[in-house]
């Protein structure tokens, strides 16, 4: 005798939620877990953020701002601020370009015979540069700087030359071999064979990382005042431990014409270079 | 008959000892010195006076003072415990910035149009898209250290102005960049759905999302490292962690507190980097 087929195609139970072996659900729940951990940890104040008298002490800090100081003399401060802002972000990077050019070359290895002996250690160095942010470096070479714009643009200048360092170095190495091994096969000396060989290559990708990173750099700069390294952050810390509300506001309004005015920059020549 | 007298035999030809290019190279360096003159003058770029004798003291005593590194159980312990809260700041930021940014996509992405389908999108939602996303812009410009200042002085210092000043600028960046993912991509399932009658939501689960939720994710976890960075950061200006503790000890010149903490700091960004590196590249 013959068993009919079922009607319907074979009744399947839906895979379960928690399986052992799936590698998804191990991840979600240890995400889930350090959540659920981090808010219960920290003790979070939301009523004394979300009460009436948070709001209100909000709602009168918001208003003090207004109006803000427009003063010629204090406008002529903050363009001096915003001018220092700029050029400490640009000569950090610039001087990060030439460091971390330098160490790219130790850090990388240019062609398959090279032993490139230095290569983990820098990279270490590279690692350790980029690790610590610009203002944890501006807290530290405040002791050996001082206070003002050098250590914020020393500060700037340390931690993108890790960053540059290793982009530069993954470019170095990246590039393709041909054009070096040529001269080297013909005795050209090793400065001769990179001036000539592998920097023509790598230099417009080394100019791209070089501005992308001046980019963040000018954001960076713009808050690094704020432990005394010079700029517009400076002004901000100043003002705004004194509770000279209008002039904070001043100051954060040409912070914030600076950052949108160097996004808008950097679209329209990202939108004009891949046009 | 006569033969011409030969060509004396050139020379064999040798790679020049010197780089031919080195005049041009001399002039551009110093053509960009002059160039970077005046920004020199502004940022008072004075190296000389790292190595003036009394700064060199100063900071020859401070960076003495780095070894040993600081090493007994009870400050070893305290920053065990400020480097969770510095990890949990920066969790809890991101899972805050994760509510802020995810309604804000939502509302902000072209591909959910329901009246673009059919030639312009109509006035009412187009307004409203544009607002959406300079809500998005404001956001994100404010640097999450103002933020910071700003909810340290209302309500005191602790963490929870840490936790807020990341939730507000990373989900203006979250929502920003998700826009972007979701715009750049094939939109013509999406489409398609949204043309035989699914609703918006039903169009976002079962087309954008399954499309894009790699980058989405990869995106996400890239930020969560950052925000482990700028939460050391926030704690400079009194938000809490590892950052605050470092501040103190730098300022009262505990080179070897400072130099354990650093070490312990560069631990946890490498063991970040290569966390979230792992994650991405199994999403592949």
């Not at chain 1, 399986?19 to 889930?32: E, G, H, T, Y």
């Not at chain 2, 065990?80 to 992405?109: D, F, K």
Request: proline share 6%; glycine share 8%; net charge positive.
């Amino acid at each position: 005798m013959d068993r009919s087929p079922a009607a319907n195609p074979p009744y399947r139970l839906p895979p379960p939620l928690f399986n052992a072996r799936c590698r998804a659900c191990w991840f979600s729940a240890a995400l889930a877990l350090l959540v659920v951990a981090s808010f219960w940890s920290l003790n979070l104040q939301w009523a004394q953020f979300l009460s009436l008298d948070a709001a209100r002490s909000m709602g009168r800090f918001g208003a003090e701002f207004f109006p803000p100081d427009t003063s010629p003399e204090f406008l002529r401060k903050v363009a001096v601020g915003t001018w220092e802002t700029l050029a400490m972000s640009a000569l950090g990077t610039v001087l990060a370009a030439a460091g971390g050019l330098l160490l790219a070359l130790p850090a990388s290895r240019l062609h398959a015979d090279d032993s490139a002996p230095g290569r983990g250690a820098t990279r270490l160095l590279l690692n350790a540069l980029r690790a610590i942010p610009e203002l944890v470096w501006a807290g530290l070479l405040l002791i050996a700087a001082g206070l003002g714009p050098f250590s914020g643009t020393l500060a700037l200048a340390l931690h993108t030359t890790g960053v540059l360092g290793r982009l530069f170095a993954e470019a170095l190495e990246n590039a393709p071999p041909g054009p070096a091994a040529a001269l080297r096969a013909q005795g050209v000396r090793k400065t001769a064979v990179f001036l000539y060989a592998t920097l023509p290559q790598v230099l417009p990708q080394l100019l791209s990382y070089t501005l992308y990173r001046w980019e963040n750099n000018i954001r960076a700069a713009a808050v690094l005042g704020v432990v005394g390294a010079g700029g517009l952050g400076q002004l901000l810390s100043f003002h705004m431990g004194l509770f000279h509300m209008g002039k904070t506001a001043t100051v954060l309004g040409a912070m914030l014409l600076l950052v949108a005015a160097v996004d808008a920059l950097s679209y329209g020549a990202r939108r004009w270079m891949t046009r | 008959m006569e033969l011409a007298p030969r060509a004396p035999l050139k020379a064999p030809v040798t790679a020049p000892d010197r780089d031919p290019a080195w005049l041009a190279r001399v002039f551009w360096l110093g053509a960009s010195l002059v160039l970077l003159w005046p920004l020199m003058v502004a940022t008072e770029f004075r190296p000389w006076i790292l190595v003036e004798p009394a700064n060199l003291k100063v900071t020859g005593q401070f960076l003495a003072t780095f070894l040993p590194p600081a090493h007994s159980p009870e400050f070893l312990a305290m920053v065990a415990r400020e480097s969770w809260r510095t990890v949990a700041i920066a969790t809890a930021g991101m899972t805050l910035a994760l509510v802020i940014a995810l309604p804000l996509t939502l509302l902000s992405t072209r591909a959910l149009s329901v009246s673009a389908l059919s030639g312009r999108m109509a006035r009412g939602p187009f307004w409203l898209r544009q607002a959406v996303r300079g809500l998005l812009i404001v956001l994100r410009s404010v640097p999450e250290l103002v933020w910071a200042l700003v909810f340290v002085r209302v309500v005191g210092l602790g963490p929870t102005s840490g936790v807020l000043a990341i939730a507000l600028t990373y989900g203006g960046m979250l929502g920003k960049v998700y826009g972007e993912i979701l715009e750049s991509g094939d939109v013509h399932a999406t489409q398609t759905l949204l043309r035989n009658g699914s609703s918006r939501l039903q169009a976002f689960f079962f087309g954008l999302l399954p499309q894009n939720a790699a980058e989405l994710t990869s995106y996400t976890v890239y930020r969560w490292e950052c925000a482990i960075r700028s939460s050391v950061v926030l704690g400079f200006v009194g938000a809490g962690g590892l950052g605050q503790e470092m501040d103190n000890s730098m300022k009262m010149f505990h080179g070897g507190e400072v130099f354990t903490m650093l070490a312990v700091f560069v631990a946890l960004v490498a063991l970040a980097d290569r966390v979230s590196a792992g994650l991405r590249k199994s999403l592949g």
